[in-house]
Nanobody
Framework: QVRLVESGGGLVQTGGSLRLSCAAS????????MGWYRQAPGMQRELVAT???????NYADSVKGRFTISRDNAKNTGYLQMNSLEPEDTAVYYC???????????????WGQGTQVTVSS
């Protein structure tokens, strides 16, 4: 089994920064992609950013120029650097990874438990 553990959330003022981490552990052969999603109260979960195994990235329009996704393949860890935070960024942030485990042919999607990010105005 694979486990994703997020960390780095918290309370920050408007304009501040936070760095989220997502550590993947378990019987991992490879991680095709990692991503960050968020869900605000009463809203659907939405894509924030993704990064594939070659480092190609994709961002939601609302975070372009403010957030940066990265990964350390050696550590099976993904990161989300969030700058110029706004109250609208307040949400639970979830890590997602497309993982191939040893002995498996197909990739499987795994989710972390989420970490709260609150931006005060």
């Amino acid at each position: 089994q694979v486990r994703l553990v997020e960390s780095g959330g918290g309370l920050v003022q408007t304009g501040g920064s936070l760095r989220l981490s997502c550590a993947a552990s378990g019987f991992i052969s490879s991680i095709a992609s990692m991503g960050w999603y968020r869900q605000a109260p009463g809203m659907q979960r939405e894509l924030v950013a993704t990064i594939n195994s070659t480092g190609s990235t994709n961002y939601a329009d609302s975070v372009k120029g403010r957030f940066t996704i990265s990964r350390d393949n050696a550590k099976n860890t993904g990161y989300l650097q969030m700058n110029s935070l706004e109250p609208e960024d307040t949400a639970v942030y979830y890590c997602n990874a497309l993982v191939k485990t040893f002995g498996e042919i197909q990739d499987r999607t795994f989710w972390g438990q989420g970490t709260q990010v609150t931006v005060s105005s």
